[in-house]
């Protein structure tokens, strides 16, 4: 058996780490993914994109490439379009995909445009947009980077006088910043496994929201899968998920972040195009759901790399 894994996806390199905000996750991630393809019997190395150049994979004969960096730099499309150039097949989507889910205000046009509902949102560009926000939007609300991940640089604002400091704050991350009107209700994820939904997770925490330390840190964050919602409610949920997904060009695996509110409607928060793949992440709860156990989702993470095989001969699809 392990001889075929070995056989059918040749050598791997797993990327990890490099320079973005979320480095300390994305090695995380990787070191799992790495010894679950190892533990497969795939021949995957490690290969940290911050010290080694990308032309390392041509060097060494990879054949393929594991993308399991988060951020600017690995999740946003520049990756992927170096991986294409050097005709490298890799998992997950592709360069449009990755770059429109990581511009959260480009994604909500997107969904605003097929009338998929997202909160109301202003970007600030500059002073004059603190006013247009109370205006628009009124208070509490979600001050946010427009690029980032881990809820970095995020803080939920009450009112007028909170809104430059948390403008100012959230630009330490990100050269642009939105405010989004705050949804009162339950956060769910959808998880996307070769392009078809596994189960919701519904998050709860008795922090203000789902911000770092709920997320990495603390112990009192409850994941509850199965999440809770009738069957058929939960259908209609991933199918308008796999719509959101499918909209922003994103395609192979990832999560789609939102919320559902007191009268029961959903909001659409964000994409994700590699979100995290830690023994405790949301995915692999979400695929454990399903029946389908960390390695095996690893694997069947991998496979989306398959059907960019005819990069391999300079052709492309
Ligand atoms: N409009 C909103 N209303 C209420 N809570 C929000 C809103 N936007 C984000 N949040 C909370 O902030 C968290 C992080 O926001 P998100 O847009 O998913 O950014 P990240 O890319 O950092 O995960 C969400 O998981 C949710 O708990
Ligand atoms: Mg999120």
Redesign the pocket.
């Known amino acids: 058996m392990a001889t075929d894994m070995a056989k059918r996806f040749g050598k791997v390199a797993v990327l990890l780490g490099g320079d973005s905000a979320e480095r300390d996750i994305s090695l995380e991630t990787g070191h799992a993914v790495h010894d679950a393809l190892v533990a497969e019997g795939i021949d995957a190395h490690a290969v940290d994109t911050r010290d080694t150049p990308l032309t390392f994979l041509l060097e060494q004969g990879f054949d393929r490439a594991f993308i399991a960096l988060h951020g600017r730099g690995g999740e946003d499309g520049v990756i992927q379009g170096a991986l294409e150039v050097l005709h490298i097949p890799y998992t997950g989507s592709g360069v449009l995909g990755s770059a429109l889910a990581m511009d959260?205000v480009r994604s909500k046009r997107v969904w605003q445009s097929m009338r998929i509902s997202t909160?109301d949102f202003v970007e600030i560009v500059d002073a004059t947009d603190l006013g247009v926000v109370e205006e628009r939007l009124g208070f509490p609300v979600?001050v946010?980077p427009v690029h980032?991940?881990?809820?970095?640089g995020?803080a939920r604002v009450e009112k007028a006088g909170q809104l430059e400091a948390a403008w100012a704050a959230s630009r330490q991350f990100d050269d642009r910043v939105m405010a989004?009107?705050?949804?009162v209700g339950a956060?769910y994820t959808a998880s996307i496994l070769q392009d078809q939904a596994l189960p919701l997770i519904r998050l709860e925490t008795p922090r203000v929201?789902?911000d770092y330390e709920a997320k990495y840190v603390a112990d009192d964050t409850r994941y509850l899968c199965p999440c809770g919602l009738p069957e058929k409610r939960e259908r209609e949920l991933n199918a308008l998920m796999l719509q959101a997904f499918a909209a922003v060009g994103a395609s192979g695996w990832g999560r789609v972040?939102f919320?559902l509110d007191e009268q029961g409607t959903p909001w659409l928060?964000?994409v994700n195009t590699i979100p995290g793949m830690t023994s405790h992440s949301l995915v692999p709860m979400a695929a454990a759901q399903a029946g389908i156990g960390f390695n095996e989702l690893v694997v069947q993470i991998l496979e989306t790399s398959l059907s960019r095989d005819s990069l391999r001969q300079g052709v492309r699809t």
């Not at 980032?148 to 970095?152: H, L």
């Not at 989004?180 to 949804?183: G, I, K, L, S, Y």
Request: hydrophobic letters at 35%; glycine letters at 4%; a negative charge.
């Open positions: 959260k909160p979600m946010k980032e991940g881990s809820s970095c995020a989004e009107r705050w949804v956060e929201f789902y972040d919320m928060i964000e």
